[in-house]
């Protein structure tokens, strides 16, 4: 069962990685890094002191705190499982649409991608992000799940994660940030 899933892992990323063009081969790498959101997390942060003041500084602690932990924890997994990214599987390595830096570097990411840290740190933003938009706007506060998804699809894009790297980083993330939650909510009745 495990063999097929992995096996049906490694036939979607070489489909989902060659539908490239070069349009998207450069959007698809800019999106990829955080700076490129800075302008949305600038309005983000915006909308969030307009609202909480006083409470910013505890909100974004706890923010912090939820990336840390799904980044450190998805560090903990790809060194236990130790499965082998995409750009360093043999078996398909050379069917991939890779990024080629200026000087003919080849982007490769780290030896191993499950989980993926990007998905997991990015959900769990997400997550406290619904959470905190909801007295703001309880309908805007969906649109933040495009962040996620997109930002988790740059990586299959790019060839250094599988679907399923990205689907567990996102439960990963999902439940760093469920914590993060709750720690909010208790340290903040006591205040």
């Given amino acids: 069962m495990i063999e097929k899933i992995l096996q049906a892992d490694q036939k979607l990323i070489v489909f989902l990685n060659g539908l490239h063009s070069p349009f998207f081969d450069v959007l698809m790498w800019q999106m990829t890094k955080i700076w490129f959101w800075l302008p949305i997390l600038a309005l983000v942060l915006w909308f969030l002191w307009k609202h909480y003041k006083k409470k910013l500084g505890l909100i974004l602690i706890f923010s912090i705190l939820s990336i840390v932990f799904s ?38 990411g780290g030896k191993y991608g499950f989980v993926s840290a990007h998905a997991a740190n990015s959900f769990s933003l997400t997550l406290l992000l619904i959470y905190f938009f909801k007295p ?25 994660h599988y679907l399923g790297d990205i689907l567990c980083g996102a439960l990963l993330g999902i439940g760093c940030g469920l914590f993060a939650i709750w720690g909010y909510e208790k340290l903040n009745k006591k205040l």
């Fill in 136 to 160: 703001i706007n309880k309908r805007l506060r969906w649109l933040f799940l495009l962040y996620p998804l997109i930002f988790s699809y740059t990586r299959i894009y790019l060839g250094v």
């Fill in 71 to 108: 980044d450190q924890i998805s560090g903990l997994i790809k060194n236990k499982v130790a499965r082998l990214r995409p750009t360093h599987n043999t078996e398909i390595n050379q069917q991939l649409h890779l990024h080629v830096f200026e000087n003919g570097d080849v982007y490769r």
